[in-house]
Structures are given as structure tokens and as C-alpha cells.
């Protein structure tokens, strides 16, 4: 579809925005690879993690020219539908990136899908942004231990989340961590 927008409408690559969830964070990362990562920005939204933990073919930085992802069912103890492995330049990992606040009743699918949620909490400019902090681990991250220093080990999860492009050689690789509120929407203010 993108090939054919871009003989029949002039589409540019560069404009180009593709979002998945699950499974489609890593169908929108082969659509990137296919179109050989010139798409501007792919978002995973909890990647899916059964049986792409440690696969090669998933959703990954070079897909696009920048990538990030929301891991909130990420858990590498209990079995969770998300990866727990980074996926893009940034990855953020909302409470831990698993056991989201307010996901009591049917934990699982409700960690799941709470990316999406706090995407879609993010386009709204009335709503509080959800600014996550590089660190280490997600231990080191409630200790206090990850300190805003520049603007590089801060960011904001979501549609924002495109202004750590500039700073993707230094984030590549990285996990950002913040906590939520378990109602929308999501972010302190």
C-alpha cells in the first residue's frame, strides 16, 4: 500500500508514520525493513514478545530511521504477551514495562493493551505528558538513581517521543522508565 502511495499520490517516505501493536509492531517493522528503513518512524506499542524474544526477525532500530516502543506487558519472569527486549532507538518501559496500575481484574490483556492507551493519551494537548528517564533498570529508576542531566536521558513516551530523534546515537540501546496512574489520563501533570 505504502509502494503504491508513493507511484500513484507522490507519498514521501520521510512522512511516513507507521504504529502496531502486538504482533503489528513487528508486521510494521517487516513494512519498514521491505521499504529499507527509510520510513521515518515506526511505534511499537508492546511488541509482541511470545516467540520473538531473541528472534532476528522482529520489529528493530534500523526498520526506520527512528523507532521507539512502549513495553507494558514486558514481563521476563511471569509470561507476558509483550517482548521485554528493546525494540528501537527509544524504548520506554511505563512502570517496569509490565503490572500497570489499575490491570487487577484481567491482568494480561489489560497490560497489554495500556500501550496503546498511553498513545492515544499522548496525541490529546491537553494531557499531561508521560517525561520517562533513561536509566539502567527499572530498580535504579524508583531508588532515584536516574537523574535528568540533559535532554538525552529524558523523554517523553508517545507521540513526542519523535524529539529524541537528534539524540538516538545516545539512546539507542537505552531503557526509558516513568510511573503512571492506573486511570486515564495516565501521566502526572
Excluded: W
Amino acid at each position: 500500500m505504502i509502494k503504491d502511495l508513493q507511484d500513484l499520490k507522490g507519498l514521501k517516505l520521510s512522512d511516513v508514520h507507521i504504529l502496531g501493536h502486538s504482533l503489528g509492531a513487528h508486521v510494521a517493522g517487516f513494512a519498514g525493513e521491505d521499504l529499507k528503513g527509510q520510513v521515518a518512524r515506526i511505534t511499537g506499542l508492546d511488541p509482541a514478545g511470545p516467540l520473538f524474544d531473541g528472534a532476528t526477525q522482529k520489529l528493530k532500530p534500523t526498520d526506520a530511521v527512528f523507532v521507539d516502543s512502549i513495553h507494558s506487558d514486558a514481563d521476563p519472569i511471569l509470561i507476558g504477551l509483550g517482548i521485554h527486549e528493546n525494540s528501537g532507538h527509544v524504548d520506554f518501559y511505563p512502570n517496569g514495562g509490565h503490572t500497570q496500575p489499575g490491570c487487577i481484574l484481567d491482568p494480561i490483556p489489560c497490560n497489554h493493551l495500556r500501550a496503546v492507551e498511553f498513545y492515544m493519551s499522548s496525541l490529546k494537548a491537553e494531557n499531561p505528558k508521560g517525561v520517562a528517564l533513561q536509566c539502567a533498570s527499572y530498580d535504579d529508576y524508583k531508588a532515584g538513581k536516574c537523574a535528568a542531566v540533559d535532554a538525552a536521558l529524558s523523554g517523553t513516551l508517545g507521540e513526542d517521543a519523535i524529539k529524541l530523534s537528534s539524540y538516538k546515537t545516545k539512546t539507542e540501546g537505552t531503557k526509558f522508565f516513568l510511573r503512571t496512574y492506573a486511570e486515564y489520563p495516565y501521566f502526572e501533570g
